[in-house]
């Protein structure tokens, strides 16, 4: 019986993972102004969700996702420059939060490596090539 309770109380965990809580303002509501809108909206494509795998907060559903989207929103109606508030995300959470993390030492790995990776690809595909010319 206990094992039985416990059991579904790990499948019942993922469903209690976002808060009972209303959404934030503005994490559902558009702007008046559609160029502002479009501006937070071509904002929240570039922006990760923090809870999310890979998600952007534009299509996440996650109640952080929300806040962000709300956050977002109230700084683009304040007037800031979308680079503005994608500069102050960044200060706050990090360059995870972005899907174009720029170049520092910390992401120097995640751009150099790409570029390693292929040219051990071509430096493979070539020696293969040279042993089978040969008789």
Excluded: H
């Excluded at 993972?17 to 702007?31: F, I, K």
């Excluded at 979308?82 to 992401?107: C, K, M, N």
């Excluded at 990776?117 to 040279?130: D, M, Y």
């Amino acid at each position: 019986m206990k094992r039985a309770a416990l059991l579904l109380a790990l499948l019942a965990a993922p469903a209690l993972a976002d808060s009972g809580l209303p959404p934030a303002a503005l994490a559902n509501t558009q702007l008046r102004d559609p160029a502002k809108e479009a501006e937070a909206r071509k904002l929240m494509e570039t922006l990760r969700c923090l809870v999310c795998q890979g998600q952007a907060i534009g299509d996440s559903d996650a109640d952080m996702a929300g806040d962000m989207r709300a956050l977002v929103r109230q700084r683009i109606q304040a007037g800031e420059t979308p680079e503005q508030v994608r500069d102050w995300l960044i200060a706050r959470y990090g360059d995870y939060v972005t899907y174009d993390p720029p170049l520092s030492a910390v992401t120097l790995p995640l751009w150099i490596t790409p570029l390693i990776l292929l040219a051990l690809g071509i430096f493979i595909a070539r020696a293969s090539f040279k042993r089978r010319r040969k008789p």
